[in-house]
């Protein structure tokens, strides 16, 4: 705002000659004119107003020097929320479709699916009984096909794939609450594609319950019982099986072949790698011999009946029967496999004079397995 001050030729400069303005008092010092100077001050706020005009747009304030008016315009907030009159009662109380958003239903309640957050049915807390807790009363979902990862139920927390199936989990947390539901546990399973769940690992009160074989360490262990005195032995190669532990029970195997008359059968016995033989007994009679290797069979086969076998030529033992009959072998004769495998080789010879099921039982006492 311009001011035309008076003329200040020969005025006094000691602040005595004044000029007044919109109420505010200007004093000469020879030099220039100060407002609000000594003996000066504003002395008329009633020349300043204020004007408000309707809401509009993004809001202003302006200032009118000529008037020393002031106008103020406020932001139009009509497209704001400004009061919320609802509560979480009047909301639940509703029931279906209470969603804060009418298109995705991102959060939301209905008696179907209690409060949830969703898309896709992500997160719901519910009650599915229709009282109390629900049977599914906190589940996590990826989609809403419900194909992934949920936890729930009142009595228990279940992991699987799909609450709808309850063939389709993992593993359950079962947590004693009283009355009469069953004690806390936790039970792991294995579901195959499209199958029933089988459960595998249980805690119970004395202590964890393994179903089916367990694998540790790269070692694989029996799933039944030994016999009284047995041990676990490692085959070196990933298997664990029950063996007898120190001093050996005697024990048989045996081969039945349907033989003509003189007829030869090259029959494989099972047996361990290494064993004291102490008898062999035939059901009719035979002429029975053993081998360490099937090569060393191979290079006797044309030995005559009443020849000796040359010492190393692989022979282990021998026997000539007339019968039904069991022949001791003393002393005891230490039978092996060359290659350190379970099998002993046998050529067994059918001396009855007819066609017969010929079987060879061997008794010995186990040395290697």
Avoid at 177 to 198: A, M, R, V
Avoid at 322 to 339: E, M, R, V
Avoid at 359 to 369: A, C, F, N, P, S
């Amino acid at each position: 705002m311009a001011i035309n001050f008076p003329a200040t030729g020969g005025q006094a400069t000691d602040g005595t000659f004044t000029y007044t303005v919109a109420g505010i008092v200007y004093a000469w010092n020879g030099t220039s004119w100060a407002a609000a100077g000594a003996g000066a001050s504003a002395t008329d706020t009633s020349l300043f107003s204020v004007t408000q005009q309707s809401a509009s747009g993004a809001g202003s304030l302006t200032y009118n020097s000529n008037a020393g008016e002031f106008t103020y315009t406020p932001p139009d907030v009509s497209g704001y929320l400004t009061a919320e009159a609802d509560t979480l009662q009047t909301v639940t109380g509703r029931g279906q479709n209470g969603g804060i958003s009418t298109t995705t239903n991102l959060l939301g309640f209905n008696n179907t699916n209690g409060v949830y957050i969703n898309g896709f049915g992500n997160l719901t807390c519910k009650d599915g009984s229709g009282g109390g807790l629900g049977t599914n009363c906190f589940i996590i979902q990826n989609t809403a096909s419900s194909n992934s990862i949920y936890l729930s139920s009142y009595q228990k927390v279940r992991i699987g794939s799909s609450y709808s199936n309850s063939n389709d989990h993992v593993a359950d947390f079962t947590t004693p609450i009283g009355g009469s539901f069953t004690d806390g546990k936790c039970e792991l399973f294995y579901t195959p594609h499209n199958g029933s769940p089988l459960s595998r690992v249980e805690t119970t009160s004395t202590g964890v319950t393994l179903s089916g074989v367990l694998t540790a360490g790269g070692l694989t262990y029996p799933n039944s019982n030994g016999t009284s005195g047995q041990v676990l032995t490692s085959d070196g190669a990933g298997s664990v099986t029950w063996t007898s532990a120190g001093l050996q029970s005697r024990t048989t195997a045996q081969v039945t072949n349907s033989l003509a008359n003189e007829a030869i059968a090259n029959s494989s016995i099972t047996t361990p790698k290494t064993y004291g033989l102490m008898k062999i007994a035939t059901s009719h009679a035979a002429w029975v011999t053993l081998y360490s290797d099937t090569a060393s069979r191979t290079a006797d086969a044309s030995r005559a009946i009443n020849a000796d076998p040359l010492p190393g030529s692989g022979v282990l033992a021998e026997v000539i029967t007339t019968g039904s009959q069991t022949q001791l072998i003393t002393p005891g004769a230490i039978c092996f496999n060359s290659a350190g495998t379970g099998t002993t080789y046998a050529k067994i010879v059918n001396k009855s004079g007819t066609t017969s099921n010929v079987t060879v039982t061997l008794t010995y006492v186990t040395l290697e397995v």
